[in-house]
């Protein structure tokens, strides 16, 4: 395509489309934020409690703990799972950074480590070679919509005394094993962030555990460390799921089980259309695991070159995540340098995100297919 030229907005294809999950769910939306502010119910209130229960129920999980965002899901996870200052938690280096703000906010010390070549999760080898006596948690991260080898952590963690603390912010839905990803440890925080694949109409996150004192320290760190008005038992700070949050996230959550087929669908296409194309490696779904595919991740070659042809042609494709914990701005001074975990570095160079939501047409997927396939014919 040439510089300057517009393409028209039939050809546009989004990396998501949330309007077409609203258009989904509005009826029931209305109605719950109608019933909010009838009662004037804006703190807590039925609707957390509902929505709270029935993902619980979804996941097979004992408590689900309904907080601001998925950044302090995580953080209060790892704080009622007995995380404190000075300890250290092993994460992925490759990871959205929150996973490692997390950490870093309560006094711990983020350990990245890389990952597998073929799937990109947190490599349980590399774990194990990662323990001290400082470990007190261990945080798999199920990235792009798959659940990490959590079982392979398990007798890691059992044998340095840590908790597995699950990053769910990226696999509602996913299972391995027929087990749903986030109950595999003894918590796991996740994200409810708009264009998740249950996402709210802003921020908003939950702690999942099948433990009761768990459960019950995350609702009192979450409510300033108190467990009724003015006792204050604790040291905590102010993050409660939004109310009108919660009416949005259960009634996507009625559709959540549809949507997550419909991207399945949507990756089986994609690695038909793409099989041929030449410099292009596909994803492939991890034996044991059911995937929810909330990102459709290749991995090409002079990848920067390639994701500016495609946002030309129209094409909104992204990279998830072009820089390693590690190497960010914010943890380069932690004495990892390039070269620390070549895995992880050499896919932030090539990985690239193709558009991919429930409602994307058979159409959209064919063009995007079309141009990438003549993108790379020509490289």
């Known amino acids: 395509m040439s510089a300057g030229m517009e393409v028209r907005a039939e050809a546009l294809v989004p990396l998501v489309d949330l309007a077409a999950q609203q258009r989904d769910v509005h009826e029931e ?12 119910s804006f703190i807590g209130g039925p609707a957390v409690a509902e929505f709270e229960a029935a993902y619980a129920r979804f996941l097979g ?26 300890s250290e938690v092993i994460i992925p280096a490759n990871t959205f950074i929150a996973t490692a703000e997390a950490v870093s906010r309560i006094g711990a010390v983020p ?40 079982e392979r952590l398990v007798p890691v963690a059992s044998a340095c005394g840590a908790a597995i603390v699950e990053d769910a912010a990226q696999s509602q839905g996913a299972t391995r094993f027929g087990r749903s990803a986030g109950t595999w440890g003894l918590a796991a925080g996740t994200s409810f962030y708009p264009g998740k694949n249950l996402g709210a109409a ?31 038992d604790a040291v905590g700070f102010n993050s409660r799921l939004d109310t009108v949050q919660a009416v949005v996230l259960r009634a996507k959550l009625a559709k959540l089980s549809e949507w997550n087929a419909l991207r399945r669908a949507a990756a089986e296409r994609y690695a038909r259309l793409l099989v041929d194309v030449p410099g292009v490696e596909l994803p492939r779904e991890a034996p044991g695991n059911v995937d929810v ?13 390639v994701l500016a042809a495609l946002h030309a042609a129209g094409i909104q494709a992204g990279i998830h995540y072009p820089v390693p914990v590690h190497l960010s701005g914010a943890y380069k001074g932690e004495g990892r340098k390039a070269g620390s975990f070549p895995v992880a570095e050499e896919a932030a160079g090539r990985i690239l995100s193709l558009p991919l939501f429930p409602h994307i047409t058979a159409e959209q997927q064919e063009r995007v297919a079309g141009v990438l396939g003549t993108v790379m014919g020509q490289r």
């Not at 790892?78 to 995380?83: D, I």
């Not at 890389?114 to 007190?136: K, M």
């Not at 760190?221 to 467990?227: I, K």
């Open 61 to 86: 999980a004992g408590h689900c703990v309904g907080v601001a965002n998925g950044t302090d899901a995580l953080e209060l996870a790892l704080r009622a799972s007995g995380v404190g200052p000075g």
């Open 293 to 305: 595919w909330h990102l459709y991740v290749v991995r090409v070659s002079n990848r920067d070159a």
């Open 111 to 150: 350990v990245p480590v890389d990952v597998d070549p073929e799937y990109l999760l947190i490599d349980p080898h590399a774990v194990a070679a990662a323990v001290t006596s400082r470990t007190q948690a261990i945080v798999p991260v199920h990235l792009f919509g798959q659940t990490a080898f959590v």
């Open 202 to 232: 802003g921020d908003a996150g939950a702690v999942v555990t099948d433990d009761d004192d768990v459960a019950a320290r995350v609702r009192l760190l979450s409510s300033h460390g108190s467990s009724r008005k003015y006792v204050h």
């Open 29 to 40: 939306v209305m109605a719950g934020l109608t019933d909010v502010f009838t009662h004037a």
